[in-house]
């Protein structure tokens, strides 16, 4: 049998299997799938800009890679070419907070298992991510961590500022001499309502001025 007559056959016999039911199916399990996950990621994300354009990619990476599963899986040349194009495609976009990458491939393994019909295993990967992001989501709302800017002029204001973060942990990263002025940058944990401390830094005479950044860290104070 030569390579066309090959082809040929194959693309004949699966127009004939496919099973339009079942791939509506699998289908509307990956939507239903990705629009769990982007509920998830708009829950729980922790990080300081929320982007609505790649909670919605989620969905539609579920949905893309169902289908690419569903052809894969249906037909041998379609797979081959399937290869063919999606080696050349190139992703620029970098992955600035880990856990996005996380919601990626998980959104990706969903559109997999949908696609090749095991729903019972997408559902129980699904249940088993969802309680890892509620633990560690519960365990990070213990507090937040702020970088403080502060700029001041004396070593009694100096002092003052230590004392006035009480019993909030800190970390000093740096100090910047210039002149009589002093730049210090220090990495500060602290519960939601602990936030009496930005007040007292502004009263402290000496203070020129304070900036408080939440960042999306960890504090290893």
């Known amino acids: 049998m030569s390579t066309k007559d090959f082809i040929k056959k194959s693309v004949l016999e699966n127009f004939s299997s496919y099973n339009p039911p079942q ?17 998830i ?3 729980y994300y922790a990080g300081v800009i929320y982007s609505r354009s790649f909670a919605v990619t989620l969905v539609g990476m579920a ?19 399937m290869v ?22 998980w959104s990706i393994t969903v559109g997999i298992t949908t696609g090749a019909g095991m729903y019972l295993l997408a559902l129980a990967a699904s249940a088993v991510m969802l309680m890892m992001i509620v633990l560690f989501y519960h365990r990070q709302e213990k507090g937040r961590i702020y970088v403080a800017v502060i700029h001041y002029q004396g070593q009694k204001a ?15 990263k740096s100090k ?29 005479d000496g203070v020129e001025d304070a900036t408080l950044i939440q960042y999306n860290g960890e504090y290893h104070g």
């Open 176 to 204: 910047t001499l210039r002149g009589a002025q002093v730049e210090m940058a220090a990495e500060v944990f602290c519960r939601d309502a602990e936030m009496a401390f930005a007040e007292q830094l502004r009263s402290i």
């Open 158 to 172: 100096g002092d003052e500022i230590v004392r006035a973060f009480g019993r909030n942990h800190f970390v000093v």
């Open 63 to 81: 949905i893309l890679t169902c289908m690419v599963t569903l052809a894969i899986s249906t037909n041998v040349v379609i797979s081959l070419g």
């Open 23 to 39: 791939m509506a199916a699998a289908l509307a399990m990956a939507l239903l799938m990705g629009i769990l996950i982007y509920l």
């Open 84 to 105: 063919g194009a999606l080696s050349i495609v190139r992703f620029r976009t970098a992955i600035k907070d880990p856990m996005d990458l996380l919601y990626l491939f």
């Open 41 to 43: 990621y708009r829950r």
